[in-house]
Nanobody, 119 residues
């Protein structure tokens, strides 16, 4: 099983990006039962939680710093988990990781995707 993030790139302040996390090695049923999170690691700082979605698509939680700017969504049939990032700020720069909270198993991390917000 693995997670692969994509979509990170250089973007100007105020711009938008959509990150995607593709899961493989899960059945559709197992993926649907797996809560997912996005984390952000800024340069020289610890990895912090950005947003979390439970198994119900309306079970959403966002960090205060991104609330109103970022939106998460999941497509269980496609086994994908997206992070729509709007009104990006330089402090949003860093590596974004997705994480699967595997029931009855170890958490699973992707390799990360780099987002750089700069003019």
């Amino acid at each position: 099983v693995q997670l692969v993030e994509s979509g990170g790139q250089l973007v100007q302040p105020g711009g938008s990006l959509r990150l995607s996390c593709a899961a493989s090695g899960f059945t559709v049923a197992n993926y649907a039962m797996t809560p997912m999170s996005w984390y952000h690691q800024a340069p020289g700082k610890e990895r912090v939680l950005v947003a979390h979605i439970g198994t119900a698509e309306d079970a959403l939680n966002y960090a205060h710093s991104v609330k109103g700017r970022f939106t998460i969504s999941r497509n269980n049939a496609e086994k994908t988990f997206d992070l729509q990032m709007n009104s990006l700020k330089p402090e949003d720069t860093g590596v974004y990781y997705c994480k699967a909270h595997v029931p009855h198993g170890p958490d699973l991390w992707g390799q990360g995707t780099q987002v750089t917000v700069s003019s």
